[in-house]
T-cell receptor, first 114, second 118 residues
Framework: NAGVMQNPRHLVRRRGQEARLRCSPMKGHSHVYWYRQLPEEGLKFMVYLQKENIIDESGMPKERFSAEFPKEGPSILRIQQVVRGDSAAYFC????????????FGPGTRLTVT | AQTVTQSQPEMSVQEAETVTLSCTYDTSESNYYLFWYKQPPSRQMILVIRQEAYKQQNATENRFSVNFQKAAKSFSLKISDSQLGDTAMYFCAFIGGINFQGAQKLVFGQGTRLTINP
């Protein structure tokens, strides 16, 4: 049973470009969460999605950031017009229905904005 | 809002020693879970141990055990017979408000950097 997959593992973008981060949940999981980890800090919740629905986006910056989890395909975290402060590790986690407390993490995507 | 506090930014012990990492949390929830995650240099988040708030018995996983003090809102991690491979960042985390739809967010502490010296 494959774990949570994230790609790319490393992404370099210049200021003003767009960044797209992908997450494929564990097989059978329908809940996806995105977390951001700034250097030397803990992970901070960004958004929680189920298939085709955003359930909780209370941790998502109001501008430039968006997330989706389509019926088919991976979840996408999109950052438009990136700035240096967006440089961080972005982790995706997934859980199954009724097991929300068991979140399994992907390896993360390290975004560097130059 | 729930908060998780780890008051030890860094710790260092010799191999084979026992080390305890501290964590306190704040919540008004009655039904919640607490976790310790390990993040080695690879940055992969690895679940070390989990504790359900309604269980009085402290969770154990091999060399890892917790001291869960619900009234004091304290959740410390004890690593016995520490090994070089235990060197990592350790994060305490909380998830509360579990309902039948599941899926609440994990709230993490700031982390403790643990170094095991040979």
């Amino acid at each position: 049973n494959a774990g949570v997959m994230q790609n790319p593992r490393h992404l370099v973008r210049r200021r003003g470009q767009e960044a797209r981060l992908r997450c494929s949940p564990m097989k059978g999981h329908s809940h996806v969460y995105w977390y951001r980890q700034l250097p030397e800090e803990g992970l901070k919740f960004m958004v929680y999605l189920q298939k085709e629905n955003i359930i909780d986006e209370s941790g998502m910056p109001k501008e430039r950031f968006s997330a989706e989890f389509p019926k088919e395909g991976p979840s996408i975290l999109r950052i438009q017009q990136v700035v240096r402060g967006d440089s961080a590790a972005y982790f995706c986690a997934s859980s199954g229905q009724g097991n929300s407390y068991e979140q399994y993490f992907g390896p993360g995507t390290r975004l560097t904005v130059t | 809002a729930q908060t998780v506090t780890q008051s030890q930014p860094e710790m260092s012990v010799q191999e084979a020693e026992t080390v305890t990492l501290s964590c306190t949390y704040d919540t008004s929830e009655s039904n919640y879970y607490l976790f310790w995650y390990k993040q080695p240099p690879s940055r992969q988040m690895i679940l070390v141990i989990r504790q359900e708030a309604y269980k009085q018995q402290n969770a154990t996983e091999n060399r890892f055990s917790v001291n869960f003090q619900k009234a004091a809102k304290s959740f410390s991690l004890k690593i016995s017979d520490s090994q070089l491979g235990d060197t990592a960042m350790y994060f305490c985390a909380f998830i509360g408000g579990i309902n039948f739809q599941g899926a609440q967010k994990l709230v993490f502490g700031q982390g403790t950097r643990l170094t095991i010296n040979p």
